[in-house]
Structures are given as structure tokens and as C-alpha cells.
């Protein structure tokens, strides 16, 4: 990696050490759509660079047309993510959490499985380009291409997606100034009127970080007021938040808080993507929840018996807002959207 001073050393699992060749396989595997159980679809397909590897939908959609409950997260600085869903505490290392998307069949996503498992291996081991990254990945390793191996190639490559070069970043640096919207946004975000920062803060803008010095971890999830359907404390079904994990009632409607990094491009927002625009997102921090008058999830999000002490009321005007706004678009890192390290080497093809 080449991080900024700020940015702690990231951790690696000692039975998976980075390697540039490791990276640049787990690179061709992501965005390879042979991958799948039905030969339509790559990681990349709910993970687009120019999206901060997120996919622009309100949920995601697997190889088959299946929808999953839950909108797709960005991958910029994964690595640093102590765990890696929105909800799952158990799933702690990238290469745990990739046997999800692959072979996972509630919802369906890369669609693979028992009986198509050898076939798609198959695919990959036929194309000899694949035989020379494996060899330099790998070297040494006796017998064919196989799972353990994509699977750890793909966490490398995934590792090495940094972002740390945002507007935001430089101004920290001293190379770059803010405007005075954008700095009045910064001093709201990072103050106690708005209080942004109690789950947004640190190098990667979360309150879920790990690195290789970290003694304690700590791994929140949050209720944000989101729903409270018929006031009874339910969310929609699927998305009952960490609840589903742990059988508490205390956790329902609990997720994890995504990092902001490259945030302006990762629309819509929530775990579900029922928040449409950043705008729209901070009107619902202002109100201190969400207030659904109609429909099938009616209640008073605002209202939910476990939702966060720190989201509250807060009194913002229309300029508050609009220089909050101002300050979350300097966390887009050009410079990531465009690295030709992250992107897909069979375009063109």
C-alpha cells in the first residue's frame, strides 16, 4: 500500500500474506463473470469502481434475478472493516465473508454450488491465462486451481482497494482548501450540534475500524429510527437488523455504520436503499428518525424503543444542511474511482 501518515498499517491474515501477484489474480477473478454458476455474472457486477464498488440499486440482484434484501456496500478500504456485512457479527475476515456471495442460496448471488462447483472451476483452469497468475500467485503450489485459492485471491485483491486521496484527505494534508460552504459543513459534521462524528470519525469515517495495532476492538451496530412498523418495534421482514443474529430484542432494527469514504457516489443509502439522496439522508438524521404515515411499513421510526441515544432532533436550517452536503462530496476520491489497479482487465475484450 502507499497510505497517507494518518492511516494505520492495515492487518493481514498470517495464512494469506499480500502479494502483488496474489492482488492481481483476485483482480481477474472479481471482475470475471465465469465465475458464477451461470456464467452471467462477476463480484464486480454488484461492485462497480466507478461507484466506490457499490452498484447504484436499492438492493442488490444476484446471477439469477434474485433480489437481495439489502443494498450492496462499497469495498473502498475493506480491509479495515472488522466485520463486513450489515449485520452479520460473525463474519470477521474478507475470505469467511466471500463463501457468502458465492455460494450462498438465500438469496442467490454468485449462484455456485454443489452441482456446479466443479464446472465453474473448470471454466477458470481451461484459460491458460489463468494458469500463468495462479503459478505467480502461488508458486510452489502442487495440484489444480481450486476454491481456498480464488477465495484468497479474491480477499487480496479486495485488500488493496485504498481510498485515501479525497479532497477531504488533501485539505488534512495541508494541499488542498476548502471551500467556506464545505468548511462549515466540516465544523457541523465533526461538532456536537450535528454530531456526525460520534459513528463517523477516525481515518475511515465508521466506528468499526481495525488495524494491525489494534489491542481492543469494538464493533457497534445501530438502530437509527429507520421503521417501527405499527409502532409495535418490528422492521421489514429480512431486514430485521442484528436481531436475526442474535434473537434479542433489544438488537432489532440494529446495523452496522457504513464508512462515508466516497459517499456522494453511493447512492441510495440505508441498509435497504430506501434513502434516495444525501439531502434526504440528513433530513432524516434531523428529524431524529423516520416518520412513515402509510403503507405496509406505517410507524414511528422515531418512536422505536431501541433506537440510538445519539440520534436525536437536531435543529438544522436549509444552509446547515446544504453545507454538510458540501463537506460529505470532498470525501469522493477521484483518483480511486479511476485507478486502473482496481479495474476491470478484461474490458475491451
Known amino acids: 500500500w502507499q497510505l497517507p501518515a494518518d492511516f494505520p498499517t492495515p492487518l ?7 502479494t502483488e501477484a496474489k492482488a492481481e489474480l483476485g483482480r481477474h477473478l472479481f471482475y470475471d463473470k465465469r465465475l458464477s454458476g451461470n456464467g452471467t455474472q462477476a463480484c464486480a457486477g454488484c461492485h462497480h469502481q466507478d461507484k466506490a464498488f457499490t452498484d447504484g440499486r436499492v438492493v442488490a440482484v444476484g446471477s439469477t434475478g434474485e433480489k437481495h434484501p439489502r443494498n450492496a456496500q462499497g469495498l473502498a478500504n475493506a480491509v ?6 450489515w449485520v452479520n457479527p460473525a463474519l470477521l475476515s474478507l475470505e469467511a465473508q466471500l463463501q457468502v456471495p458465492l455460494f450462498g442460496d438465500n438469496p442467490v448471488e ?34 489444480p486451481i481450486d476454491w481456498p485459492q480464488v477465495t484468497q485471491a479474491i480477499a487480496s485483491f479486495q485488500r488493496t482497494l485504498i481510498s485515501a486521496n479525497s479532497r477531504y484527505d488533501r485539505y488534512l494534508q495541508g494541499r488542498e482548501t476548502l471551500t467556506a460552504s464545505e468548511r462549515r459543513g466540516l465544523d457541523l459534521f465533526f461538532g456536537e450540534k450535528a454530531e456526525c462524528f460520534h459513528c463517523h470519525a477516525g481515518h475511515n469515517l465508521n466506528d468499526q475500524v481495525v488495524h494491525a495495532s489494534t489491542r481492543v476492538l469494538d464493533t457497534p451496530f445501530h438502530n437509527t429510527g429507520l421503521y417501527n412498523i405499527g409502532n409495535t418495534g418490528n422492521f421489514p421482514e429480512h431486514n430485521q437488523g442484528l436481531y436475526e443474529f442474535t434473537n434479542k430484542p433489544g438488537d432489532r432494527g440494529k446495523f452496522r455504520a457504513p464508512s462515508l469514504r466516497n459517499v456522494a457516489v453511493t447512492a441510495p443509502y440505508m441498509h435497504d436503499g430506501s434513502v434516495s439522496t444525501l439531502e434526504a439522508v ?6 431524529g428518525g423516520r ?23 437536531i435543529d438544522l436550517d436549509a444552509q446547515e444542511k446544504a453545507d454538510i452536503v458540501a463537506f460529505l462530496k470532498t470525501l469522493t476520491d477521484e483518483e480511486f474511482l479511476r485507478n486502473p489497479k482496481f479495474a476491470d482487465p478484461f474490458a475491451g475484450q
Open 12 to 18: 493481514v491474515p498470517s495464512d494469506n500474506p499480500l
Open 282 to 287: 440528513l433530513d432524516h438524521y434531523a428529524a
Open 80 to 85: 479495515y472493516h472488522p466485520t463486513l456485512t
Open 291 to 313: 416518520l412513515i404515515t402509510a403503507g405496509p411499513y406505517a410507524g414511528d421510526g422515531r418512536m422505536h424503543p431501541n433506537k440510538s441515544d445519539l440520534i436525536s432532533r
Open 110 to 143: 454468485m449462484g455456485v454450488n454443489e452441482h456446479n462447483r466443479t464446472e465453474v472451476l473448470g471454466r477458470i483452469r481451461a484459460d491458460a491465462r489463468y494458469a500463468s497468475l495462479f503459478a505467480a500467485a502461488y508458486p510452489g503450489a502442487a495440484g
